[in-house]
């Protein structure tokens, strides 16, 4: 099962490492990572998002918990939440068809046209990721350049919330 | 300190006057470039003393004997790089064991940080996996706090190791600041569980009490967490089995009526078969360890399992339980015990004395039985005689192999802190600087080190170190010229295929012995064995070295393959004991 995991931890050198070091020393999955600071400079959000069965997920919760950099450590994938994910891709549309079916791609997925320069377009999409999925499907006849995601990241409905 | 008397320090003093503050004895070390503003430190005091190893691994091992024989902290202090990387295998031998170390490690001046400057290595990113937490002190002004903070999380929670890498521009003699050693320390990300939920207590308690064949299995947490008297109580106001752990043994005394020695790969017959057959299991201070449950599928069949440990994730990581505990082990006990006598019923007697008329059917079967009368000496004979020789009241250290399950086997130990091993690195290497450690701490006490002809040679050097400290450690090799339980392995999975087990070339260990200014002496014969050891042992102000040549073959029994359950164990051919009940617990 895929579970997205939040984690604060202190704002100090060598932070990321101890997270990415105990992924890979116990053989965990990572298929996405993110972090930077929050709203307290002593603190930075980590969303880590992974798979694994009940006990490995409980094991990672357990492990990070035990990372004495790490204040807090949530499972947001529990409860409601919403998931974010950031893309850009550039694209090469020399054909005035295909300017035309990108811009048209773009409003349908609430995409914007962030440059233009020659012939080549950026795009930049937020969604889930199946969201980001289908928009790179649906450019088929679009002939992509570079494609670039944040990961996922993502926080709790409602009053819930990861704090210290 | 207080306000008014305020001194100015340099880093390198600092270090070495949070040491002080700490309490510190001895700082195990090795000089060099990144820390001779510490060594100049040391050098104009005289509260910490410095012992010289003669390798970085030494300096470890010592110091974590220092640690396990005392339970307070062991310090290291060694240079960058290579000063470093040495020390790693003896601070992963700490982590495994959860034993807490110091380790300052010296690192180049910080403009040269990432510039693979002489003697460069990142040893923050190094030691990351194999420490409980580490620093890199970044200013001068971060020493002391730091200091403060690696003491607290190495000695609270699950001890461990910790490392601080302390640049040599911060440890600079020209710049001074004010000196004051924080009193109190706030973690906000690290606050240990102590204190056990008392709702899973009363449901323990539930359980234990309506156990018809249950089993106590405990291990090193009780020893880490100073709860022997407490273990001790409840195994005698319950009147159940108890097994221990390599790591534990000692916490229960081995002489008590409710003892049945070690468990799992080279655990006893009865310690064995209780434990597949059990159907409580009350699981205190152990981590269920791939060489303590055998094939997982196996284990423990028939039982609920109560497991008492200070680490969430101990729990749970192996074999799932029906009623987890997290808290110190002392103070679970002693809940545990409350609670047990609170509650109106009691343990059911009747089948607590069918489940021991079982096990006493079991220990009949005597597993742990060899062949008195070899013309060879056999090692197990000479761990015996040991025992008899030092009134099973030494400290014994061992390095790793078949001399170290000997020696778990066949010296009995009721007392905690008395066994001192590498069990979960499994560090070959680690008896003999433990050994000197152990010495240090417990100056009057009878320190001997139980080790093979492979294992000590991996740190021998620490003979030099010995005499430099006038340590009178003594060292009982069991020579059997083969790597031991590689040679086992080998016979038993490899058609006895003894690839590059064979030791060719050994030393004259004797010879070698005199050479770093020791006793040495050479015993072939069982009948000298007892004399030998007795000689040995009137020598109190000398180190000796036994170099006992035993006989070769000699295998460890019971053994538990891989894959195998604790129920389907290797015996020596003529032991014959009875059976598991399993067809009536159908």
Same mark, same amino acid.
């Given at each position: 099962?895929?579970?997205?995991?939040?984690?604060?931890?202190?704002?100090?050198?060598?932070?990321?490492?101890?997270?990415?070091?105990?992924?890979?020393?116990?053989?965990?999955?990572?298929?996405?990572? /993110?972090?930077?600071?929050?709203?307290?400079?002593?603190?930075?959000?980590? /969303?880590?998002? /992974?798979?694994?069965?009940?006990?490995?997920?409980?094991?990672?919760?357990?492990?990070?918990?035990?990372?004495?950099?790490?204040?807090?450590?949530?499972?947001?994938?529990?409860?409601?939440?919403?998931?974010?994910?950031?893309?850009?891709?550039?694209?090469?549309?020399?054909?005035?068809?295909?300017?035309?079916?990108?811009?048209?791609?773009?409003?349908?997925?609430?995409?914007?046209?962030?440059?233009?320069?020659?012939?080549?377009?950026?795009?930049?999409?937020?969604?889930?990721?199946?969201?980001?999925?289908?928009?790179?499907?649906?450019?088929?006849?679009?002939?992509?350049i570079e494609t670039v995601r944040s990961g996922a990241t993502g926080i709790a409905r409602g009053k819930k919330a990861l704090q210290v | 300190m207080k306000g008014d008397d305020i001194v100015k320090l340099?880093?390198?003093?600092?270090?070495?006057?949070?040491?002080?503050d700490e309490g510190v004895e001895y700082v195990f070390g090795y000089p060099g470039g990144a820390v001779l503003h510490i060594y100049d430190a040391i050098y104009n005091q005289s509260d910490v003393e410095?012992?010289?190893?003669?390798?970085?691994?030494?300096?470890?091992?010592?110091?974590?004997?220092?640690?396990?024989?005392?339970?307070?902290?062991?310090?290291?202090?060694?240079?960058?790089?290579?000063?470093?990387?040495?020390?790693?295998?003896?601070?992963?031998?700490?982590?495994?064991?959860?034993?807490?170390?110091?380790?300052?490690?010296?690192?180049?001046?910080?403009?040269?940080?990432?510039?693979?400057?002489?003697?460069?290595?990142?040893?923050?990113?190094?030691?990351?996996?194999?420490?409980?937490?580490?620093?890199?002190?970044?200013?001068?002004?971060?020493?002391?706090?730091?200091?403060?903070?690696?003491?607290?999380?190495?000695?609270?929670?699950?001890?461990?190791?910790?490392?601080?890498?302390?640049?040599?521009?911060?440890?600079?003699?020209?710049?001074?600041?004010?000196?004051?050693?924080?009193?109190?320390?706030?973690?906000?990300?690290?606050?240990?569980?102590?204190?056990?939920?008392?709702?899973?207590?009363?449901?323990?308690?539930?359980?234990?009490?309506?156990?018809?064949?249950?089993?106590?299995?405990? =291990?090193?947490?009780?020893?880490?967490?100073?709860?022997?008297?407490?273990?001790?109580?409840?195994?005698?106001?319950?009147?159940?089995?108890?097994?221990?752990?390599?790591?534990? #043994?000692?916490?229960?005394?081995?002489?008590?009526?409710?003892? #049945?020695?070690?468990?799992?790969?080279? =655990?006893?017959?009865?310690?064995?078969?209780?434990?597949?057959?059990?159907?409580?299991?009350?699981?205190?201070?152990?981590?269920?360890?791939?060489?303590?449950? =055998?094939?997982?599928?196996?284990?423990?069949?028939?039982?609920?399992?109560?497991?008492?440990?200070?680490?969430?994730?101990?729990?749970?990581?192996?074999?799932?339980?029906?009623?987890?505990?997290?808290?110190?082990?002392?103070?679970?006990?002693?809940?545990?015990?409350?609670?047990?006598?609170?509650?109106?019923?009691?343990?059911?007697?009747?089948? #607590?004395?069918?489940?021991?008329?079982?096990?006493?059917?079991?220990?009949?079967?005597?597993?742990?039985?060899?062949?008195?009368?070899?013309?060879?000496?056999?090692?197990?004979?000479?761990?015996?005689?040991?025992?008899?020789?030092?009134?099973?009241?030494?400290?014994?250290?061992?390095?790793?192999?078949?001399?170290?399950?000997?020696?778990?086997?066949?010296?009995?130990?009721?007392?905690?802190?008395?066994?001192?091993?590498?069990?979960?690195?499994?560090?070959?290497?680690?008896?003999?600087?433990?050994?000197?450690?152990?010495?240090?701490?417990?100056?009057?006490?009878?320190?001997?080190?139980?080790?093979?002809?492979?294992?000590?040679?991996?740190?021998?050097?620490?003979?030099?170190?010995?005499?430099?400290?006038?340590?009178?450690?003594?060292?009982?090799?069991?020579?059997?010229?083969?790597?031991?339980?590689?040679?086992?392995?080998?016979?038993?999975?490899?058609?006895?295929?003894?690839?590059?087990?064979?030791?060719?070339?050994?030393?004259?260990?004797?010879?070698?012995?005199?050479?770093? =200014?020791?006793?040495?002496?050479?015993?072939?014969?069982?009948?000298?064995v007892n004399g030998a050891l007795t000689e040995a042992f009137a020598m109190k102000d000398k180190l000796v070295f036994m170099d006992f040549i035993t006989d070769q073959t000699e295998n460890v029994y019971?053994?538990?393959?891989?894959?195998?359950?604790?129920?389907?164990?290797?015996?020596?051919?003529?032991?014959?004991?009875?059976?598991?009940?399993?067809?009536?617990?159908?």
């Amino acid at each position: 099962m895929r579970h997205i995991i939040s984690i604060l931890i202190e704002n100090e050198a060598g932070a990321l490492s101890r997270v990415a070091g105990l992924f890979s020393a116990r053989g965990y999955n990572i298929e996405s990572l /993110t972090v930077a600071v929050t709203e307290d400079a002593s603190l930075s959000r980590m /969303t880590i998002v /992974t798979s694994g069965s009940e006990s490995i997920i409980e094991q990672i919760n357990k492990q990070l918990n035990k990372l004495v950099d790490v204040v807090k450590v949530a499972d947001i994938t529990e409860g409601a939440h919403i998931e974010r994910e950031l893309m850009m891709v550039k694209v090469d549309a020399k054909e005035a068809a295909s300017r035309d079916e990108l811009q048209r791609l773009a409003d349908i997925f609430k995409g914007r046209i962030v440059d233009v320069s020659d012939n080549i377009f950026t795009v930049e999409l937020t969604g889930e990721g199946e969201k980001l999925d289908s928009f790179l499907k649906a450019l088929n006849d679009v002939s992509i350049i570079e494609t670039v995601r944040s990961g996922a990241t993502g926080i709790a409905r409602g009053k819930k919330a990861l704090q210290v | 300190m207080k306000g008014d008397d305020i001194v100015k320090l340099s880093g390198g003093e600092i270090v070495i006057q949070a040491l002080k503050d700490e309490g510190v004895e001895y700082v195990f070390g090795y000089p060099g470039g990144a820390v001779l503003h510490i060594y100049d430190a040391i050098y104009n005091q005289s509260d910490v003393e410095h012992i010289l190893v003669r390798h970085e691994q030494g300096a470890t091992h010592a110091a974590d004997g220092y640690a396990r024989s005392t339970g307070k902290p062991g310090v290291v202090l060694v240079t960058s790089g290579p000063g470093a990387t040495n020390a790693i295998t003896g601070i992963a031998t700490a982590h495994l064991d959860s034993i807490p170390l110091i380790v300052l490690t010296g690192q180049v001046t910080s403009a040269f940080i990432g510039s693979d400057a002489f003697q460069e290595v990142d040893s923050v990113g190094i030691s990351r996996p194999c420490v409980k937490h580490n620093f890199l002190v970044k200013r001068v002004e971060d020493i002391a706090e730091t200091m403060k903070k690696a003491f607290h999380i190495a000695t609270t929670g699950r001890p461990g190791p910790v490392v601080v890498d302390i640049p040599k521009d911060i440890t600079d003699p020209a710049i001074k600041i004010d000196y004051v050693y924080p009193e109190n320390l706030n973690i906000r990300s690290y606050n240990p569980t102590v204190q056990g939920n008392q709702r899973q207590i009363k449901k323990a308690v539930e359980l234990i009490l309506a156990a018809k064949r249950p089993m106590i299995y405990s =291990g090193g947490g009780v020893i880490l967490s100073n709860a022997s008297e407490e273990l001790t109580a409840f195994t005698q106001q319950l009147g159940f089995p108890i097994t221990q752990t390599l790591m534990g #043994l000692g916490a229960y005394p081995a002489s008590g009526k409710e003892s #049945l020695g070690m468990l799992g790969m080279h =655990g006893t017959y009865e310690a064995n078969m209780a434990m597949h057959d059990c159907d409580t299991l009350v699981a205190i201070g152990a981590r269920f360890d791939d060489r303590v449950t =055998g094939e997982l599928e196996k284990f423990c069949p028939h039982a609920k399992i109560i497991h008492v440990d200070i680490d969430p994730s101990s729990i749970a990581k192996n074999v799932q339980v029906d009623v987890p505990i997290v808290g110190d082990v002392k103070h679970v006990l002693v809940e545990l015990s409350k609670e047990l006598k609170l509650n109106k019923n009691k343990p059911d007697t009747k089948a #607590l004395e069918k489940w021991w008329k079982q096990i006493e059917g079991w220990k009949a079967g005597n597993c742990l039985r060899y062949d008195r009368n070899s013309a060879l000496i056999k090692p197990q004979f000479v761990v015996e005689e040991l025992h008899k020789v030092t009134n099973g009241d030494a400290f014994i250290t061992s390095d790793v192999g078949q001399h170290q399950m000997f020696a778990a086997q066949f010296y009995p130990f009721d007392k905690p802190r008395q066994w001192i091993n590498s069990g979960g690195l499994g560090t070959m290497g680690f008896g003999l600087p433990a050994a000197l450690g152990v010495q240090l701490a417990h100056k009057d006490a009878v320190v001997a080190c139980i080790t093979g002809e492979a294992s000590i040679q991996m740190c021998i050097q620490e003979l030099s170190t010995a005499l430099q400290y006038d340590l009178p450690v003594k060292i009982i090799m069991l020579n059997n010229r083969y790597m031991g339980m590689v040679r086992q392995w080998q016979e038993f999975f490899y058609e006895s295929r003894y690839s590059q087990s064979y030791l060719k070339a050994l030393p004259d260990f004797v010879k070698l012995a005199e050479s770093y =200014g020791h006793v040495g002496m050479q015993i072939d014969k069982p009948a000298d064995v007892n004399g030998a050891l007795t000689e040995a042992f009137a020598m109190k102000d000398k180190l000796v070295f036994m170099d006992f040549i035993t006989d070769q073959t000699e295998n460890v029994y019971p053994m538990i393959a891989a894959g195998k359950g604790h129920h389907e164990m290797h015996l020596q051919e003529e032991c014959i004991p009875a059976q598991s009940s399993d067809r009536e617990l159908a």
